[in-house]
Every structure is written in structure tokens, then in C-alpha cells.
């Protein structure tokens, strides 16, 4: 690995664990956040949440788990080309939804609905709790014990009431302070990822084609030179070809832009990323771009009625189980009832974002069907 900027995060300028430990064994402190967060059973139940298409749709689509893993394929290349910390990337990247709920965004807001008299719910601030929390692996603390920068990415955004409640590590948010550099690369690696994966998926799913796509500048640009390079390749392929070259203009952009930005404001250290604006950044023709494409995504794929008659099928589910848990919390695992007698609605919370897509529908034919009480 390259020397690190100055400006990078390192194990030398790093806010530390909230609870002490002996320095790890023959890998960096951020290689342990990662290790952690991978060994997590929060992380491997990322494999069977819904990222567009709930995942008994289809073997292949991508996951929660598979899109975090994309996210930091992307992360680390862009970190290293900036000299910055990749294993803190990494760690972040592959963090940043454990907190979600099953089935998607629809399960999202159906869950901060529930919660709108309760505090809300918001997947950021749910992925902190689960390592900060209620991931139960080590004897000596709650949750994961995460470096306070691996923390601080996590958390993208938060409201003042919220950032009171994190004392240190919401501090930015009441004072309008920026996070490292890489936690801003891990959210904009996010947006690349499931921007052109979500494309991908839904070309796989049927529900948008690619000639629709060629209406959008950054599918086109890229779709021409693939087929004008090679023009008897199969359609499936020249879908791959394509999402690749997009993915590659992105991040390339993303780096150049973010070059730019740096040098402008010369950046010599920590305290300097904390008080400039965001760093990490498109050009301003990119942001157009990629505006054009989330467009179209949110048109033609995530309103497309079929994904919309699943979303309402997960919203009530999700609005039912919740509603039957705060009525008798005697119907929740023992851990959630005992956590229900000081916060009834967080400890249902809880119960219900951990859950997969097919834990959730099953949990609710056990509760709900008629013939499931019978058998």
C-alpha cells in the first residue's frame, strides 16, 4: 500500500475504541473493524434482504450482502488512487446497511411509519445501534467495538435531536462539521453501485430495456461504443460491457474531480478535512448525469407497478407484525421481551430490522394464517 496522505485517517490520529483493547496481531486496527463487521451475524443475514427484487425473486439479483461487497470493491479503488486508508473504506462499506430492514426501502418506511410516535427509524442509525449494540459476540462489550471513524461513516446523516443523544460522534451534524475523506468515498461508492447495479437487475428482471436506457446520456454513451466495437455480441454481454465502462467513467470522474477539490483547498491534515467542504465529489457534468439516470431508475424501475405491488405487500407486512408485536409482546423471542419492558417499541424495532425477507413472510404466515395455526 502506497504512503498515506496526510489528510488520510490512520491508527496515529485515530479517536480510538470506546471500550480499550490490546492493539491486534498482525493487522491494522481498521483490518479488525472489517474482520469484525464480516464475521457478524448482521452481515450474513445482509445475503437474504432485498435490494430491488426481494430476494425469492430470483438467485441471481443482487443482495444487500452482494451490494455491499460491491460497494467496497468500488471504495478501495478509489481510496487507494487517493492515498487514503482502505481498510477504513473497506470496514465502512461494508457496514453500511446492517441496519436495513428486510425488504428494501419499502420496508424502511414502513418500519419509520410504525415508529413515527416512537422516535422514528432510520437504517443509518440503525446500522450504528447494531454494532454499537446488539450484535452479541464478545465478552467483554456489547455490539462490535468499532473504531470511532468506522462509527462516524456509518452514519451518513442524522438529525440535531439524534446527534445530541451520540455525545462525540454526532458533533459534525451539530456543527457543521465534515467526516473523513473515507466516509465520503464509501457514500459515494454506494451511489455507483446500486445506481448501475439496480440497472443491471432490472434489464435481468424484464421490467426496463435497453433501448429505453439508450435514452439516458450515461447508458448511451457507453452502449454505443459497445456495440460499435462489437456488434454480434449477445445482448446479455453487451449489458455487462456496458454497466463495466459506466462503473469505470464513474469512479475515474470521482477521482479526478476529487483530486481537484483536494489541491483547491490544500488539505494538509485531519482537522482540515473536518472544516472544508466535501472533498469527495463528481464533476459537475457527472452530477448531471447520474441525476438523469436515478430519474429513470425511479420512473421506470422502482415505481414499475410489479415492484410496487411487492413493496405493498412488505409494507404490510412489516405494518402488521409490528402492530401485533406492540399488542402482546409475549409473541417475541424472550431476548425482545425482556428489552420490551423498558422500550417496547425500539425492542420491536429491533426484532423486525434484523430480520430477512424470508424470515419476515414467514414470521408473518406463523402469526397471520389460519393454516399454519392448524397444521
Do not use: W
Amino acid at each position: 500500500m502506497a504512503e498515506l496522505a496526510p489528510y488520510a485517517i490512520s491508527e496515529v490520529n485515530s479517536r480510538g475504541r470506546r471500550i480499550a483493547e490490546e492493539a491486534p496481531c498482525g493487522r491494522s486496527q481498521f483490518q479488525r473493524d472489517r474482520d469484525r463487521i464480516i464475521h457478524s451475524g448482521a452481515f450474513r443475514r445482509l445475503e437474504y434482504k432485498t435490494q430491488v427484487f426481494v430476494n425469492h425473486e430470483g438467485d441471481l439479483f443482487r443482495t444487500r450482502l452482494t451490494h455491499s461487497i460491491e460497494v467496497a470493491q468500488i471504495a478501495r479503488s478509489i481510496a487507494r488512487r487517493l492515498r487514503l486508508n482502505e481498510d477504513l473504506v473497506e470496514a465502512i462499506s461494508l457496514a453500511h446497511d446492517l441496519g436495513h430492514t428486510p425488504f428494501g426501502h419499502a420496508g424502511q418506511d414502513a418500519l419509520n411509519a410504525c415508529m413515527k410516535e416512537y422516535g422514528g427509524f432510520e437504517h443509518n442509525l440503525q446500522s450504528l445501534r447494531v454494532v454499537d449494540l446488539l450484535e452479541e459476540r464478545y465478552a467483554a462489550f456489547d455490539g462490535l467495538n468499532l473504531c470511532f471513524e468506522t462509527r462516524e461513516g456509518i452514519l451518513k446523516h442524522c438529525s440535531a435531536i439524534n446527534a445530541v443523544k451520540l455525545e462525540g460522534l454526532g458533533e459534525r451534524f451539530l456543527h457543521n462539521r465534515r467526516p473523513s475523506l473515507e466516509a465520503q468515498i464509501a457514500n459515494l461508492a454506494d451511489e455507483i453501485a446500486y445506481n448501475n447495479h439496480d440497472m443491471d437487475d432490472g434489464l435481468r428482471s424484464g421490467l426496463i430495456e435497453l433501448e429505453q436506457l439508450a435514452t439516458v446520456p450515461l447508458v448511451a454513451t457507453h452502449l454505443h461504443e459497445v456495440r460499435t466495437a462489437y456488434p454480434d455480441l449477445p445482448e446479455r454481454r453487451v449489458v455487462h460491457e456496458t454497466v463495466r465502462r459506466m462503473i469505470n467513467t464513474l469512479v475515474s470522474d470521482l477521482i479526478r474531480q476529487s483530486e481537484r477539490n483536494i489541491s483547491a483547498h490544500g488539505l494538509s491534515n485531519i482537522e482540515d478535512v473536518h472544516t472544508a467542504p466535501v472533498m469527495i465529489a463528481f464533476s459537475a457534468e457527472m452530477i448531471e448525469q447520474q441525476r438523469a439516470l436515478k430519474n429513470f431508475l425511479h420512473t421506470h424501475l422502482y415505481r414499475h407497478y410489479r415492484v410496487m405491488r411487492m413493496s405493498s405487500k412488505a409494507q404490510r407486512i412489516i405494518s402488521e407484525l409490528f402492530a401485533i408485536f406492540m399488542q402482546d409482546v409475549r409473541l417475541l423471542p424472550p431476548p425482545f421481551q425482556r428489552q420490551a419492558e423498558q422500550e417496547r417499541a425500539r425492542a420491536v424495532a429491533d426484532y423486525i430490522a434484523g430480520m430477512t425477507d424470508r424470515y419476515a413472510i414467514r414470521e408473518h404466515r406463523r402469526i397471520f394464517a389460519v393454516e399454519e395455526v392448524l397444521a
